[in-house]
């Protein structure tokens, strides 16, 4: 797993919309995710299918509070989930500090970050009861 934070003034579909044009992604989006105090935040989801990447984009804050702060100020999480080169890596962190109104991007340390676990956990599992449902409508 390899995690992006991202600052931006930008409401989720404008980042979306950005990271699709930029990177050639297709985020979509799907039923936020719920904090543990129920709390609900923007979750986006694109799989590039097996044995590709799998890549989610988390709001860290709606119009109310907070999931969680990190510093400096992240306002959203890129996750790369499944192998990736590390050159590849460092272009989609290069891509997403050239969009517009990216105030700043940065690879978030997951050993330095103790708050990352809780969240990656719950992000899984909200993916996982996404993939269900969609494989029970098929």
């Known amino acids: 797993i390899r995690i992006i934070g991202i600052s931006t ?3 989720d579909y404008q980042l979306a919309w ?3 044009k930029s ?17 609900f935040f923007s979750f986006y989801l694109y799989d590039a299918g097996e044995n590709s990447n799998t890549f989610n984009l988390v709001a860290l804050s709606n119009e ?9 100020q992240t306002d959203y999480l890129l996750i790369v989930r499944n192998y990736i080169k590390e050159s590849d890596f460092q272009s989609i962190l ?15 340390d997951l050993g330095k ?7 990656l956990e719950d992000i899984e599992l909200h993916e996982m009861d996404i993939v ?7």
Do not use: C, H, Q
């Open 9 to 11: 003034g930008m409401l």
């Open 18 to 20: 950005n990271i699709n």
């Open 23 to 39: 990177l050639k992604l297709n985020l979509a989006k799907y039923k936020d995710i719920s904090s543990d105090d129920e709390n």
């Open 64 to 72: 109310d509070t907070r999931w969680v702060s990190f510093s400096p």
């Open 94 to 108: 290069t891509k997403i500090k050239m969009i517009p109104k990216v105030i700043y991007a940065y690879v978030v």
């Open 113 to 119: 970050n103790a708050k990352i676990d809780t969240i």
């Open 132 to 138: 269900d449902e969609m494989n029970r409508r098929y």
